[in-house]
């Protein structure tokens, strides 16, 4: 891993960072964009090196699994199946949305169908 490297721009005083291997070469300040020399590497400040710990996996824990009945007025049949708890609930919250827009669709054309006229 490179070592890297803070100085200060000359013109602008802007914090910069760069690797060792850049030292003596031109450069351009991203800031006030003034040409100049990154310094050499005894002259900046090395940057300590971030310690990364690795990512610990969490456990995954078992979905339960939970049977769902779905069944059709009448004739039209239905289906069972086992399914996760959250599609479970997805399950649940579409169809409770589907009846509440039939309601809403009801009561629209209950109350809004027909007017007297005068």
């Known amino acids: ?31 006030c964009q003034s040409p100049g020399t990154v310094p050499p590497a005894g002259a900046m400040v090395p940057l300590p090196r971030a310690e990364v710990a690795p990512r610990r996996a969490r456990p995954k824990t078992p979905q339960r699994s939970v049977p769902v009945r779905l069944q059709l007025p009448g004739q039209f049949g239905g289906m069972q199946a ?13 169809f409770l949305g589907g009846v509440l827009v039939a309601i809403g669709v009801a009561l629209a054309a209950f109350l809004g169908g027909k007017h007297k006229s005068a």
Do not use: H, I, W, Y
């Open 82 to 94: 086992q399914v996760t708890q959250g599609t479970a609930n997805t399950l649940a919250k579409t």
């Open 1 to 31: 891993m490179k070592t890297m490297f803070k100085f200060r721009c000359p013109a602008c005083d802007a914090g910069l960072k760069t690797s060792g291997e850049k030292a003596g070469t031109p450069f351009d300040c991203p800031r």
